[in-house]
């Protein structure tokens, strides 16, 4: 079973930046379709932003496009989230997740998960 460990998180103002990383065990990352999720006290986990596998296309959340960008880099098993212009409505536990078979974009289509790192943005 894959491990997915996140870091970054914490405490920013409106407008600022953060970039989380998560770091992911064993040798077949590449082959890994990629995502990052978040939830929000009350709410139900949300997709923001996705990477395939195969080409690197990125896919986004109307909620964080133009604002984040995911990218990853094989060679480090990593896969990052940069966040600029963040608003308090970013404020979540957000969440690195993956799947060896598939490119969804739903909570369903990732099996193996973090274990979230808080993000705080206050305005």
């Known amino acids: 079973q894959v491990q997915l460990v996140e870091s970054g998180g914490g405490l920013v103002q409106a407008g600022g930046s953060l970039r989380l990383s998560c770091v992911v065990s064993?040798?077949?990352?590449?082959?890994?379709?990629m995502g990052w999720f978040r939830q929000a006290p009350g709410k139900e986990r949300e997709f923001v932003a996705a990477?395939?596998?195969?080409?690197?296309?990125?896919y986004y959340a109307d909620s964080v496009k133009g604002r984040f960008t995911i990218s990853r880099d094989n060679a480090k098993n990593m896969v990052y989230l940069q966040m600029n212009s963040l608003k308090p409505e970013d404020t979540a536990v957000y969440y690195c997740?993956?799947?060896?078979?598939?490119?969804?974009?739903?909570?369903?289509?990732?099996?193996?998960w973090g274990q979230g790192t808080q993000i705080t943005v206050s305005s």
């Open positions: 990477i395939r596998r195969s080409d690197a296309n990125t």
């Open positions: 064993g040798n077949a990352f590449r082959w890994y379709h």
């Open positions: 997740a993956a799947a060896y078979v598939g490119s969804g974009y739903s909570v369903g289509d990732f099996p193996s």
